[in-house]
Structures are given as structure tokens and as C-alpha cells.
């Protein structure tokens, strides 16, 4: 992912990341389905979905941070 996707990725709303977040795991899901049937070609796709998904959920948490701190 690219410094300039990051920060798109950085600057969604809660409902967006959420909802990447929820792309992401299903595409999870089906690369590892595929890589057991041997189908997958880039295997290096389940790390890169990993990490998309684990940035999303580490927006998510600042955004919920930044509430708490807000109160």
C-alpha cells in the first residue's frame, strides 16, 4: 500500500473503515479458501489484506481514542 492510500484510508469516515474492514476480511477469507484449494497465484495478497485490514481497525481505535479523550 502506498504512502498516499494510507492516508486516503486515514481519512474516511468510521462507516467507511468499517466497511473496509469487512471487505477486507471477507477477501481474507476467500484467499485462504483458494490458497488451500491451490488456485491463489500471489500468495503475497493474504499479507497485504492482513495489513489493510490491520490499519483500518488501528484508525478505527484512534477515532474511539479521540472520542473518550473528547468527553
Given at each position: 500500500?502506498?504512502?498516499?492510500?494510507?492516508?486516503?484510508?486515514?481519512?474516511?469516515?468510521?462507516?467507511?473503515?468499517?466497511?473496509?474492514?469487512?471487505?477486507?476480511?471477507?477477501?481474507?477469507?476467500a484467499?485462504?479458501?483458494?490458497?488451500?484449494?491451490?488456485?491463489?497465484?500471489?500468495?503475497?495478497?493474504?499479507?497485504?489484506?492482513?495489513?489493510?485490514?490491520?490499519?483500518?481497525?488501528?484508525?478505527?481505535?484512534?477515532?474511539?481514542?479521540?472520542?473518550?479523550?473528547?468527553?
Amino acid at each position: 500500500m502506498k504512502k498516499k492510500d494510507i492516508q486516503e484510508m486515514k481519512n474516511r469516515t468510521v462507516a467507511e473503515l468499517e466497511r473496509t474492514v469487512a471487505d477486507a476480511t471477507e477477501r481474507l477469507r476467500a484467499l485462504r479458501f483458494d490458497l488451500a484449494a491451490g488456485k491463489v497465484k500471489n500468495v503475497a495478497e493474504l499479507h497485504e489484506t492482513r495489513k489493510r485490514i490491520a490499519r483500518a481497525k488501528t484508525f478505527l481505535r484512534e477515532r474511539e481514542i479521540a472520542a473518550e479523550k473528547a468527553k
